[in-house]
């Protein structure tokens, strides 16, 4: 604006006049129906097909998963027949990272081995009483989280404001 | 009363404060009552802090003033192309679009045709004028507060708004200012 070489005198009527316009606008009127159709959308939930994916019931998000992978495996062995070639010449590319998952298939298997040894001779009162502390800890875990989160949804309401 | 007819009370109490801010930086009246809408979903699922909180027309003009500025950065690229892009210069800056200057008729206008024509005026404004000017003189945000809110340099908000003054200067005409000062 300075580069313009405007008066600041100018520049401060200027700004008075359009205050005094604007300011003695009063608010305009909200579309007629605006109530009744807030109302009514407070009422109507919204859809779940609306929403996002993690707010889907948990039936419907099973189905979607397991038709999504059906989808996956179909295709895969589709192109195994197809295309056995390519299939092998693919599958052959992708080894490594095949045998990475292999390799922390066998660790999952040690692991479930070493709990199914444990199991065996630490006797079922010792691994009750381990489960029940475990369960305490998670409420304990589950407790605090929400504490937190509504104190901190507090805060952020209150900074709001 | 009830929760839900307390809640419609506050929207009865509210509707035009927020329908008015949403639609001054907006300039859409479908749009603006979307984001009303909006606005008012979002209080219903805090109405139990709400609800005595003198404060509440402050949160509910805050959360429309960023409602607002989300959907107008959201649908910018769309929104220009269809239709700001029919109101740039050759160099590619936008310009005002152009109305009929009341200057033969003003001396008729009663107190609100004069509104009616200022909320005209600013609604033909260009958005990136538009929306700091309503923020300034309307909000009554400070050009600092502005410029963060909406991501640009300071230097730029105080020409924007210059330029909206001019142009609302421009559009209102002489006589309409004299009205204006005549009127306290």
Redesign the interface.
Known sequence: ?EDRG?NPEL?QE??R???????????????RG??A???S??ERPTPWRLRSWATWPMAVRIAFLSVALAGVVVAVVEWRAVEPGLFAAAYHSLAPVLSGVKCFGNVLTALAGAVALGVEHLGKGFILAAAVAALCASAVCAGFGTIFVRFAL?RS?RS?? | MTD?KQ??AL??DY??????TA??LVAN?AEA?DI??EV??RA?E?FS?LKD?A?VG??LK??TINLSLNHLSRYRARWSFFSEMLHQNAAGEETEIEFVAPTDVVEELAAGDR?CL??QA?RQLPRTHRVP?VLF??EGLKYEEIAAKLGISLGKV??DI?RA??T??KK?GPK??HE??TE?
């Open positions: 604006m405007v520049e200027l700004e006049e359009i205050s005094q316009a604007l300011q003695g606008l009063p608010d305009l009127a909200a579309p605006f109530v159709r807030t109302m959308a407070l507090a309401g709001q404001l | 839900a809640f419609e929207l009865r509707q035009n404060m927020v329908f008015s639609m001054r009246t009552e009303s809408q008012f979903l219903f805090r802090e909180d404060r402050g949160w805050t959360v509104r200022v909320e600013l000017l003189h309307l105080k020409t210059f003054r001019e609302l200067r209102l309409l200012q204006w000062r306290e």
